[in-house]
């Protein structure tokens, strides 16, 4: 057996192999370093030519260098062989050189084995619907090949054919998809992670940060990547009263702007509430932040309406304990009239007045005239919205960058902005005007799919607006960007743009059909998002429930488990191992077909028992059959014992193929009752 | 001595593995039938395993839906494919083919039809001996193939086959599975007809050890055949080797007329196997020159006469002495 493992397989093998790392390369050129798929091509190609042309393999003397040199790139590239994306790279690196020395049969099955671990990788990065496709592909692909190197031996004399190993690879992934099913709903759940995962696993995930600077929202909105999905369950509100609220910013230093510390540990705002709620479930993309984005203003009495492990801050805003790093869903409750705080406390005061000393004089002179003025806070709120409205103020995503005085540019020199610049700058002002104020970041709006009839959020919906607080009426939003630009607040992004060109093009106005299409294809994402991906242990216990109708232990799903794989198992291999002989003579294979018929009716034949003096019994227990039982009997008796002599008169012969159509008939026709 | 010469020659190759139940012949054909065959994993299947761990601890770490499905659906191929290889080898049909008589020290082939009466296909089946070098075929669906099992012959006697190992790893050599088939075949092994240097026995040698009876002078030429092994030089007949292909030997009427007894007290043999390998040797020339033979043995004597079938009577009788 082991010098079979050193032969060399056909070409089939090597063009299976070939295609399906290509289909794995491919989605990985999304995540990986750009020279590690063209490695691969680059060594793909060479060992295609060596199959092809008969090259020599490379020598030792090469190969050693070479696996080296990957090595040394990888560890360059990424900085280390370890963590997520360095390990895989350096899987990819070692993969593709070790084409240049597969040759035998046992060289591509173990090649085959480590590919079906790295194709499997990419879900490390990627989980899309396309995805699962392209991998299916390779896994078959993979079997194939290795059906095709396991065919390979030395006295095989039989042409190998690709089309018995695509067949049978089909056949065998096919068969393993009901065990697949079984094993994906019913195999415990453990919600990881089992060990520490390595930093640059989230590398990739987006959303609003802990801090804000001009340009940071702005960068945001350029991604059309959905932040989350919103299903109301009542009717949904008014694009203008739907600010999803995040990460509540108090600090202003230079230009940046910050959360306040967890340490200070102010008492939560009051809330009074008004009217009536707005129920919804958000299913909330990972962004690897504790945020936990809810419709203003979420309710929390009692306290359980929170989502599950999640905590709310002195500002209102709400956090789970641990960063959002998988799907997750959650259910909110707002009421989207309401008093937050109706008083302020000193410290809270004084941080909502905080300003660095010394900057941005021209702002501080603005405000220190409208004080001068004796205006009061409502007046000098809407002397700075009139300002933003009547001067030539421009909402843009391609804002000029700003000086040393970052406010004072803004307001009197470059007047374009984003909302991070309208809602920052309106907060100093206000704050210079001894006005209680800070910035919200968050979401603003959404895009409904009318397939789902759920919103979708994508990063470019991200957005800043002020609160300012008020004797009587408490922390009220204000939000500038709506000054200056009111369709952003009143229909989206899309419309309040002049130069809309910039924005991904899916949150853009034009080309409906794209749109439509692509709201279509959300709606069957979200259904993937929910069922599949998003398939954990909470589902698991509910699905099981619903099925049996009782609460299951989550230590009782592996019993389920076992029996139901036994079960199936059982079935597989009945089917799969049962000895099946094939009836090639159709004579008989009609004749059985009327014993069946017969058994169903309680009348056997027996072993001994000859075709005629069964007839004769058959049709004296089933009196009403009898001339039917009786000539089907003598017409099989006739076509498969009489001998071709003896039937060779004229007038006996009975011409075969025509008999057999008879007994066919006959027995087809036959209904006992 | 006598009983050693009915056992199998290479009986400690053979010995067989006795926790492994064979399937043995019913009405001289062997079936693998479930309860004969054996799997276990390849070390290939161990590494697959692996794998499959080393992805499922990956998929609860990062709590990755999709990967516990193709994790899943990788250890459903594992199954699935387990169960593939062990249809691959069962319900075989395996009957032996009668194996042509060897001389000792040649190889013995031994001739195994499978049948396979299900309507799929079957690959790379490998069939062996133990220890002994295998033969790999395909088998149709409801079709069937032969595979050649050779054994280096040492004694004469009757040589039995033995337990011949059949397996398969088909199709994705995760798993191995094998039975074993036990079967009653035998190939007869001629004597070794020691060295072509001992010459027949003839007429004029002293007592009544052979002789031929007719006159050597009144050879008339006959005919040309090809040159045999052990032919005497001087009978070839250089001229018409030159014109046609091959060596080519004149023969003569007179040899087919003439008796030759080859007798057992005639040789000079200093134990048993030596004499009989004298006598094989004789029956060789005497058969090669076309001369009219019989063999006396101590407890058994074949009348003189000519032929391949007598040829094979005396070899046999030398062979089961």
Partial sequence: MTSQLKLQPNQFTIHWLLISLGITFTLFLFHLSNWVPASFAVFALWRYLIAKNNWPYPKLWLRLPLTFAGGITVLVTYGSLFGRDASVALLAVMIAMKLLETRTKRDFIVMVLLSYFFTVNILLFTQAIWVCLAILFALFGLTACLISASRQSASSKHPATWRVEAKLAGKLLMQATPIMLVLFVLFPRIPGPIWGIPQDAYRGMSGLSDSMEPGSINQLSLSSKVAFRAEFKSTIPANNQLYWRGPVLWHQEGRRWTMTSDKINLPTESLETFGETSNYIITLEPHNRNWLLMLDLQDTNPPDTLPEDATIKHDRQVVSKQPVRTRIRYEGRAYLQYKLASKLGDHERSLALQLIEDENPKTRQLANTWVNQQKSHVEIIQAALIMFRDQPFIYTLAPPLLGNQPVDDFLFNTKRGFCEHYASSFVYLMRAAGVPARIVTGYQGGELNPSGNYLIIRQSDAHAWAEVWLQDQGWVRVDPTSAVAPSRIESGISTALSDSDLLPLLSRQDYPMLKKLYLNWDAVNNGWNQWVLGYDQQKQLALLKSLLHRDIAWADIGLILMAVIIVLMLLISYILLRNTVVITDPVKKAYLKFLKKLSHVGVNKFQHEGVIDFGKRAAQQLPKHSSEIEVISALYSSIQYAKPTTTKTKENRIDNHAALQLLKQLIKKLTLT | ?321
């Avoid at chain 2, 295998?134 to 088998?139: H, K």
């Fill in chain 2, 1 to 321: 001595m006598a009983n050693s010469l009915n056992l199998p020659s290479d009986f400690k190759l053979s010995s067989p593995k006795t926790w492994f139940r064979a399937a043995t012949a019913v009405n001289s054909t062997v079936l693998l039938g479930r309860k004969h065959l054996y799997i276990l994993p390849t070390r290939f299947g161990w590494l697959y395993s692996l794998l499959l761990v080393g992805l499922l601890v990956g998929s609860i770490n990062y709590s990755l839906s999709l990967g516990f499905a193709m994790t899943f659906l990788l250890a459903g191929l594992g199954t699935i494919s387990m169960l593939h290889t062990w249809r691959n080898l069962a319900y075989l049909k395996i009957t032996f083919r009668r194996a042509k008589p060897v001389f000792a020290g040649e190889i013995a082939q031994f001739e195994l039809v499978v049948a396979n009466e299900n309507n799929f296909a079957r690959y790379n089946i490998f069939a062996s001996f133990t220890g002994g070098e295998s033969d790999v075929q395909d088998i149709a669906a409801l079709g069937e193939n032969s595979f050649k099992l050779s054994l280096i012959s040492q004694k004469r006697g009757w040589l039995s086959a033995p337990r011949v190992r059949f397996s398969t790893e088909f199709p994705v050599s995760l798993f191995h599975v094998w039975a074993y088939a036990e079967t009653k075949s035998q190939c007869l092994i001629y004597p070794n007809p020691g060295l072509p240097s001992q010459r027949l026995p003839s007429a004029d040698a002293d007592g009544a050890s052979g002789q031929l009876s007719s006159s050597q002078g009144d050879e008339d030429f006959a005919g040309h055949r090809h040159y045999q092994f052990g032919d005497s030089p001087k009978r070839v007949d250089w001229k018409a080797s030159s014109r046609e292909q091959g060596l080519l030997v004149k023969q003569f009427q007179g040899e087919a007329t003439s008796t030759l007894w080859l007798d057992f007290n005639a040789t000079t043999g200093s134990n048993l196997e030596q004499r009989i390998s004298q006598l094989t040797r004789w029956v060789l020339e005497a058969d090669k020159q076309a001369l009219k033979y019989g063999l006396r043995l101590p407890q058994q004597s074949i009348q003189p006469s000519t032929g391949r079938n007598h040829y094979h009577q005396c070899l046999t009788a030398l062979a089961i002495m």
